[in-house]
Nanobody
Framework: QVQLVESGGGLVQPGGSLRLSCAAS????????MGWYRQAPGKERELVAA???????NYADSVKGRFTISRDLAKNTVYLQMNSLKPEDTAVYYC?????????WGQGTQVTVSS
């Protein structure tokens, strides 16, 4: 059994920063692609940032230059550093990791950007 556990969401003022973490636990034998998605109220879930198994990254245009995805394979963990946050970044953020060639999702963490 594999679980993804997210942490790091919360309330932050515009211009502030947050760091999200997502750790895979359980019977983890291999880690592949990793990514972060978000879903705002009334909108579809969208890709925010992704990292391939080889380490290449891609970002949504709306977060380029502000967000950074990284990983620590020794800890089976993916991170999302979010800087210069804007109210439009408010959403539930979900991590996604390919573990043992299967796709797993985190439980979601709320990020609210408001003054």
């Amino acid at each position: 059994q594999v679980q993804l556990v997210e942490s790091g969401g919360g309330l932050v003022q515009p211009g502030g920063s947050l760091r999200l973490s997502c750790a895979a636990s359980g019977s983890v034998f291999s880690i592949g692609a990793m990514g972060w998605y978000r879903q705002a109220p009334g909108k579809e879930r969208e890709l925010v940032a992704a990292m391939s198994g080889g380490g290449s990254t891609n970002y949504a245009d709306s977060v380029k230059g502000r967000f950074t995805i990284s990983r620590d394979l020794a800890k089976n963990t993916v991170y999302l550093q979010m800087n210069s946050l804007k109210p439009e970044d408010t959403a539930v953020y979900y991590c996604n990791i390919v573990v043992n060639r299967y796709n797993y999702w985190g439980q979601g963490t709320q990020v609210t950007v408001s003054s």
